[in-house]
T-cell receptor, first 113, second 115 residues
Framework: SQTIHQWPATLVQPVGSPLSLECTVE??????LYWYRQAAGRGLQLLFY??????ISSEVPQNLSASRPQDRQFILSSKKLLLSDSGFYLC????????????FGPGTRLLVL | SQQGEEDPQALSIQEGENATMNCSYK?????LQWYRQNSGRGLVHLIL?????REKHSGRLRVTLDTSKKSSSLLITASRAADTASYFC???????????????FGRGTQLTVWP
């Protein structure tokens, strides 16, 4: 069966510090991968999606970047965090062919102080 | 950007009652999905209904879809305290070209079920 991991679960970082959030998927090949941010009490904002290694599409201009160094690894990064980067970050995957249902990781809560 | 909008934003009911949540969207779709999110957790897929379907059931869940009104409803029957969560609808959007599996989520309905 497929599983998706995210870490860390919680992160408190000072403004201006770098960020690296990791997401890995097991039990599937060639998945589509997604990074979302969810502000408190709000819906999901798609940040990045990837259809293959090294292929990243950005949905909104921002202080963040994403990379996919391996088929089942998706990394969200920032060189210098802003206060507005605080939020709940969710990674998700979908089957690379069917691309209908998305399966979410447990999320990372980021607080930038 | 969001396409689906859930209504109401919050719903509070007693155990055993039915809970109905609605979702409206703006463009044509291939399918519509409902997800559930427990506080501080990831989303869990509940059910998918295709544009050529009008109703679908899964356990205590009943989903309807009216493509003429661009709306869907999620009914949870005989609710339990464990159903307390946020519920999101999500649509694809073929009108926006290649979707690449892109989903558009609403802001969600917060359901609270009191024991």
């Amino acid at each position: 069966s497929q599983t998706i991991h995210q870490w860390p679960a919680t992160l408190v970082q000072p403004v201006g510090s770098p960020l690296s959030l990791e997401c890995t998927v097991e039990g599937t090949s060639n998945p589509n991968l997604y990074w979302y941010r969810q502000a408190a009490g709000r819906g999901l904002q798609l940040l990045f999606y990837s259809v293959g290694i090294g292929q990243i599409s950005s949905e909104v201009p921002q202080n963040l970047s994403a990379s996919r160094p391996q088929d089942r690894q998706f990394i969200l990064s920032s060189k210098k965090l802003l206060l507005s980067d605080s939020g709940f970050y969710l990674c998700a995957w979908s089957d690379g062919t069917v691309r209908e249902t998305q399966y979410f990781g447990p999320g990372t809560r980021l607080l930038v102080l | 950007s969001q396409q689906g909008e859930e209504d109401p934003q919050a719903l509070s009911i007693q155990e055993g009652e039915n809970a109905t949540m609605n979702c409206s969207y703006k463009t044509s779709i291939n399918n519509l999905q409902w997800y559930r999110q427990n506080s501080g957790r990831g989303l869990v897929h509940l059910i998918l209904i295709r544009s050529n379907e009008r109703e679908k059931h899964s356990g205590r869940l009943r989903v309807t879809l009216d493509t003429s009104k661009k709306s869907s409803s999620l009914l949870i029957t005989a609710s339990r305290a464990a159903d307390t969560a946020s519920y999101f609808c999500a649509t694809d959007s073929p009108d926006r070209g290649s979707t690449l599996g892109r989903l558009y989520f609403g802001r969600g309905t917060q359901l609270t079920v009191w024991p």
